[in-house]
T-cell receptor
């Protein structure tokens, strides 16, 4: 158990819908990262937050957004969902930028 | 910005054989280096990390990795592979810079023959 929790574990929704994925980092970790993993794209970095502020942005679509709250939990919002958004979404946390990340179990999103 | 390559997409070894997975990085200074393992449908688990000091680092599950600055490499090794080691292995580079400060390699899939 990495100490990082993600909810929900599975999510099935229809195209055009909006969903919110939630992540709670390990105790003491200030940084949260979001990743998307699909069979054809591999592990793609989406966005990083550090202590509530956006620190780095990767291949995140405009339809996606994230935030980190004062209690350090983070949410990833995915809107106008398309079939191609079906993937595993991972959250990871670390004590500081560049240091080891600890991954949550992931949320499997299926868009039908 | 840093980058990571893992030259082998897929490796197959027999159970009990030794294993070496290759990782090369590009970064101007000494980076933080990591190896992760991912079993199907699971999250990534940290195997080991290198920040500084002894260039040979020991990790969990009997894995070790050696940092070679001259070759910009951080190869993962295990002397005797078990069937349960079959998984995807990711090398990663971390750096203390703003912007994308943690980069994963594309991964190497390890298959183990009985």
């Amino acid at each position: 158990d990495s100490g990082v929790t993600q909810t929900p574990k599975h999510l099935i929704t229809a195209t055009g819908q909006r969903v919110t994925l939630r992540c709670s980092p390990r105790s003491g970790d200030l940084s949260v990262y979001w990743y998307q993993q699909s069979l054809d794209q591999g592990l793609q970095f989406l966005i990083q937050y550090y202590n509530g502020e956006e620190r780095a942005k990767g291949n995140i679509l405009e339809r996606f957004s994230a935030q980190q709250f004062p209690d350090l939990h983070s949410e990833l919002n995915l809107s106008s969902l398309e079939l191609g958004d079906s993937a595993l979404y991972f959250c990871a946390s670390s004590v500081d930028s560049g240091k080891e990340q600890y991954f949550g179990p992931g949320t499997r999103l299926t868009v039908t | 910005a840093q980058s990571v390559t893992q030259p082998d997409i897929h490796i197959t070894v027999s159970e009990g054989a030794s294993l070496e997975l290759r990782c090369n990085y590009s970064y101007g200074a000494t980076p933080y280096l990591f190896w992760y393992v991912q079993s199907p449908g699971q999250g990534l688990q940290l195997l080991l990390k290198y920040f500084s000091g002894d260039t040979l680092v020991q990790g969990i599950k009997g894995f070790e990795a050696e940092f070679k600055r001259s070759q910009s490499s951080f190869n993962l090794r295990k002397p005797s592979v078990h069937w349960s080691d079959a998984a995807e292995y990711f090398c990663a580079v971390g750096a203390r810079n703003y912007g994308q400060n943690f980069v994963f390699g594309p991964g190497t899939r390890l298959s183990v023959l009985p």
